[in-house]
């Protein structure tokens, strides 16, 4: 059977999604608000691109490989960012499938209403929430332990840094898509800038071609050595759990490459801008991390104090170390000010994504309705000034170091992205087995992984697989920590809870393979779609290459 892509009968308005018909899925009935305006498609290709990307190279990269290099040692880093860039790459292609099939509005939670179950849904929905929503105050915490690089919290008190970025970001969300696209353009443009200009000038140093001409190469690798010995524990056991300490902060770093899928109802043409960013940006993430961690563990020392964020004072990006511990002047502090942009970049893309997710939330149901109201200028504002309150939980730098409330909100953000990451590899799977179902032909799809379903498989074995042993290190003898066991276990036992009560209380069973909708809103999102005209310009060739 041939994929068709207009169905009379069945078939949906795109406003029909933005005016948000009630769903089966609806959990509330609340009518406040009257509702006229919708989201506008704003967003263009350059900004998907560059969404896609600055939303994920922020701190995790920047200052969190910093905790990954101490607990695991430069080859326990390398193997378990390559391994979680695996799991990024396997969830990418499968959302991709998806996405560039039905770019609908509220991305991948919407697709898990259509093909998995509307309880699946309403879970997956709150846990991108979540995720979103306590990555603004880690990315704000972070902006606050950068800034100790020039002023120590008795100086300058933390909370102040915390200040400024928030009413940075706040100002950048409010004025629409629109400028929140250019703003994070530029902002990701900066961070890619960044990451490259390190990268080369790491392996320069390494080479020997510093102010202080030290041929470093492999030299940290053989002292203190390849692998840290975990909490003193000796032999193979003690280097194993110390590489897999550094999953959780690895899938720190890499979550968020999903937020292409929630800008599906604010991109212009979504079918082709869409699928190249997620085509693109799992290619330059997995170089960009793992050339960047095989070049941090080259420059610096595992044992290296400055590293440990939850006890040192000045606690410092890997790179900024590297640089000073060189004989650089200066240039430790325009690396530090750039990754400083990064955390305001990444916290204006938490703020953004977050108040999607609980504007599709709304729409669906799932959500109290005043959230899903939207100002003339397609701003959903109240969605906006909700999540920007929890941005207030970074003010617990003030009475706790800093490193130490950045390490509560990475074990937070890392185990609900990985959660996230283990429902789209679901809905994937239920799609697969829906369109085989219907005698659809996969080759017909504007995209087709040839890795799938086993990608689908490998994320949703191990993500929760790394979720379950995240917080090994409180059940070592002497090593209970009640911070450490709350922040990594809470978000993994969220979701099933809100899953199991979602489907009581809705009362609903899973969609069957036969009965799954892969026709509502098609002939709409052809209508949308159109092919680029080639240029002979070869600059312009290059940039949309390149974007």
Same mark, same amino acid.
């Given at each position: 059977?041939?994929?068709?892509?207009?169905?009379?009968?069945?078939?949906?308005?795109?406003?029909?999604?933005?005016?948000?018909?009630?769903?089966?899925?609806?959990?509330?009935?609340?009518?406040?608000?009257?509702?006229?305006?919708?989201?506008?498609?704003?967003?263009?290709?350059?900004?998907?691109?560059?969404?896609?990307?600055?939303?994920?190279?922020?701190?995790?990269?920047?200052?969190?490989?910093?905790?990954?290099?101490?607990?695991?040692?430069?080859?326990?880093?390398?193997?378990?960012?390559?391994?979680?860039?695996?799991?990024?790459?396997?969830?990418?292609?499968?959302?991709?499938?998806?996405?560039?099939?039905?770019?609908?509005?509220?991305?991948?939670?919407?697709?898990?209403?259509?093909?998995?179950?509307?309880?699946?849904?309403?879970?997956?929905?709150?846990?991108?929430?979540?995720?979103?929503?306590?990555?603004?105050?880690?990315?704000?915490?972070?902006?606050?332990?950068?800034?100790?690089?020039?002023?120590?919290?008795?100086?300058?008190?933390?909370?102040?840094?915390?200040?400024?970025?928030?009413?940075?970001?706040?100002?950048?969300?409010?004025?629409?898509?629109?400028?929140?696209?250019?703003?994070?353009?530029?902002?990701?443009?900066?961070?890619?800038?960044?990451?490259?200009?390190?990268?080369?000038?790491?392996?320069?140093?390494?080479?020997?071609?510093?102010?202080?001409?030290?041929?470093?190469?492999?030299?940290?690798?053989?002292?203190?050595? %390849? @692998? =840290?010995?975990?909490?003193?524990? #000796? $032999?193979? !056991? *003690?280097?194993?759990?110390?590489?897999? /300490?550094?999953?959780?902060?690895?899938?720190?770093?890499?979550?968020?490459?999903?937020?292409?899928?929630?800008?599906?109802?604010?991109?212009?043409?979504?079918?082709?801008?869409?699928?190249?960013?997620?085509?693109?940006?799992?290619?330059?993430?997995?170089?960009?991390?793992?050339?960047?961690?095989?070049?941090?563990?080259?420059?610096?020392?595992?044992?290296?104090?400055?590293?440990?964020?939850?006890?040192?004072?000045?606690?410092?990006? %890997? @790179? =900024?170390?590297?640089?000073?511990? #060189? $004989?650089? !002047? *200066?240039?430790?502090?325009?690396?530090? /000010?750039?990754?400083?942009?990064?955390?305001?970049?990444?916290?204006?893309?938490?703020?953004?994504?977050?108040?999607?997710?609980?504007?599709?939330?709304?729409?669906?149901?799932?959500?109290?309705?005043?959230?899903?109201?939207?100002?003339?200028?397609?701003?959903?504002?109240?969605?906006?000034?909700?999540?920007?309150?929890?941005?207030?939980?970074?003010?617990?730098?003030?009475?706790?170091?800093?490193?130490?409330?950045?390490?509560?909100?990475?074990?937070?953000?890392?185990?609900?992205?990985?959660?996230?990451?283990?429902?789209?590899?679901?809905?994937?799977?239920?799609?697969?087995?829906?369109?085989?179902?219907?005698?659809?032909?996969?080759?017909?799809?504007?995209?087709?992984?040839?890795?799938?379903?086993?990608?689908?498989?490998?994320?949703?074995?191990?993500?929760?697989?790394?979720?379950?042993?995240?917080?090994?290190?409180?059940?070592?003898?002497?090593?209970?920590?009640?911070?450490?066991?709350?922040?990594?276990?809470?978000?993994?036992?969220?979701?099933?809870?809100?899953?199991?009560?979602?489907?009581?209380?809705?009362?609903?069973?899973?969609?069957?393979?036969?009965?799954?909708?892969?026709?509502?809103?098609?002939?709409?999102?052809?209508?949308?779609?159109?092919?680029?005209?080639?240029?002979?310009?070869?600059?312009?060739?290059?940039?949309?290459?390149?974007?």
């Amino acid at each position: 059977m041939e994929l068709s892509m207009e169905n009379e009968d069945v078939g949906l308005k795109s406003s029909d999604y933005a005016e948000g018909a009630q769903s089966q899925s609806s959990l509330s009935n609340y009518g406040l608000l009257s509702q006229r305006y919708t989201l506008r498609r704003q967003l263009k290709s350059r900004h998907i691109s560059m969404i896609s990307i600055g939303g994920v190279i922020g701190t995790g990269l920047f200052l969190g490989t910093g905790s990954g290099l101490a607990n695991g040692g430069p080859l326990g880093l390398l193997l378990a960012y390559m391994i979680v860039g695996s799991l990024c790459y396997s969830v990418m292609v499968s959302l991709g499938e998806m996405i560039s099939y039905l770019p609908v509005p509220g991305g991948h939670i919407k697709l898990a209403e259509r093909f998995v179950d509307p309880a699946f849904s309403f879970t997956l929905g709150w846990n991108y929430w979540y995720n979103w929503t306590i990555g603004l105050p880690a990315e704000l915490s972070a902006a606050a332990v950068l800034m100790q690089f020039w002023k120590s919290p008795d100086e300058v008190n933390p909370a102040v840094w915390i200040t400024m970025c928030l009413v940075v970001i706040v100002i950048i969300n409010v004025f629409g898509v629109g400028i929140y696209g250019e703003c994070e353009f530029i902002f990701a443009s900066i961070k890619v800038i960044t990451i490259v200009g390190l990268i080369i000038l790491g392996i320069v140093l390494d080479l020997g071609g510093g102010p202080n001409n030290d041929r470093i190469g492999f030299r940290y690798w053989r002292d203190p050595g %390849p @692998f =840290v010995q975990f909490a003193g524990i #000796a $032999g193979a !056991k *003690g280097r194993f759990l110390g590489w897999w /300490a550094v999953m959780t902060q690895a899938a720190f770093s890499f979550i968020g490459t999903e937020v292409v899928a929630i800008a599906a109802g604010e991109a212009k043409n979504p079918r082709r801008n869409l699928l190249k960013a997620i085509k693109r940006v799992y290619v330059r993430l997995c170089l960009f991390y793992i050339v960047g961690t095989f070049v941090i563990g080259l420059l610096v020392p595992s044992n290296n104090t400055d590293l440990l964020l939850t006890t040192s004072t000045v606690a410092r990006s %890997p @790179f =900024v170390i590297a640089i000073k511990a #060189a $004989g650089i !002047k *200066g240039l430790p502090s325009v690396i530090n /000010a750039a990754i400083l942009t990064s955390a305001w970049s990444a916290s204006s893309s938490d703020l953004y994504s977050s108040s999607r997710a609980l504007y599709s939330l709304s729409m669906a149901g799932n959500a109290p309705k005043y959230f899903s109201y939207v100002t003339k200028g397609g701003l959903p504002i109240v969605a906006i000034a909700f999540n920007a309150l929890f941005a207030l939980l970074g003010y617990m730098v003030v009475n706790t170091t800093s490193g130490r409330v950045f390490g509560w909100f990475v074990n937070m953000c890392a185990i609900a992205g990985l959660m996230n990451w283990f429902g789209i590899a679901v809905t994937y799977l239920r799609f697969y087995k829906g369109f085989r179902a219907q005698g659809y032909d996969r080759s017909k799809l504007p995209y087709a992984s040839r890795l799938n379903p086993y990608a689908a498989w490998w994320a949703v074995i191990a993500c929760p697989t790394i979720c379950l042993f995240s917080g090994f290190k409180v059940f070592l003898k002497d090593s209970w920590a009640t911070d450490a066991f709350v922040t990594n276990y809470l978000p993994f036992v969220l979701f099933p809870f809100l899953y199991i009560g979602a489907r009581v209380y809705l009362r609903v069973t899973p969609v069957r393979p036969t009965e799954m909708d892969f026709q509502s809103g098609l002939s709409e999102i052809e209508e949308m779609t159109s092919d680029e005209v080639p240029s002979r310009n070869l600059i312009v060739q290059f940039w949309r290459w390149l974007m």
